[in-house]
């Protein structure tokens, strides 16, 4: 079975901190892993997978497959990172079922 | 905007009903899912369709089905309802199936309260 846990259901900090969005997963095969995020009023969207390795509004993400972890980083928040993040797993090849965290909700203080 | 429309925005319906959500994929996506999203859990994935087939199935009750008509909508029956089932039911859409690095693209979601 595969499984993503957020830790963190509320991550509040200032502007200009570094963030964290913790991400562990569990999952027997070779996982693909992403970020989505959702502002206010607003869908939810993809921010970012690990395959692209790119960084994208100042966040990146690199799957540790030792510690099976995924987590969101930015050197120095904004007020406008202020959203819900989620991460989800999805396997390679074959029928794949997406799972997603429970998401994290992060509030970007002036 | 990512296209993908879903209608009614609001539900509110008695115990015991049935009720029907839309889905209309962007324009070129052939697969569609479908996630509840209720209070405190994360998205939990109910069921896929590509291009008219049901291709993958998640947590989904036996009370609710869906189906992809030609026109590659999607609709999602939610029967005998429950005060449980009341969340927020979000349409994803995306051009392949069984990549899985394929980016899903999220309608607004309709939100069902169930009295």
């Known amino acids: 079975a595969q499984r993503v846990t957020q830790p963190e259901k509320l991550l509040s900090v200032f502007k200009g901190a570094p963030v964290e969005l913790k991400c562990n997963y569990s999952y027997s095969g070779s996982p693909e892993l992403f970020w989505y995020v959702q502002y206010s009023r607003q869908r939810l969207q993809l921010l970012l997978r690990?395959?692209s390795r790119e960084s994208i509004k100042g966040f990146t993400a690199d799957l540790n497959k030792g510690e099976t972890s995924f987590h969101l980083k930015k050197p120095f928040a904004q007020e406008e990172d202020s959203a819900m993040y989620y991460c989800a797993l999805s396997g390679r090849g074959g029928s794949y079922i997406p799972t997603f965290g429970r998401g994290t909700s992060l509030i970007v203080h002036p | 905007d990512s296209g993908v429309t879903q209608t009614p925005k609001h539900l509110i319906t008695a115990t015991g009903q049935r009720v029907t959500l839309r889905c209309s994929p962007r324009?070129?996506?052939?697969?569609v899912y479908w996630y509840q999203q209720s209070l405190d859990q994360g998205l939990q994935f109910l069921i896929q369709y590509y291009n008219g087939e049901e291709r993958a199935k998640g947590n989904i009750l036996e009370r609710f089905s869906a189906q992809q008509f030609p026109d590659l909508h999607s609709e999602l029956n939610l029967s005998s309802l429950e005060l449980g089932d009341s969340a927020l039911y979000f349409c994803?859409?995306?051009?392949?199936?069984?990549?899985?690095?394929?980016?899903?693209?999220f309608g607004p979601g309709t939100r069902l309260t169930v009295l």
């Open positions: 324009s070129g996506d052939l697969s």
């Open positions: 994803a859409s995306s051009v392949l199936v069984g990549i899985s690095t394929d980016t899903q693209y």
């Open positions: 690990h395959i």
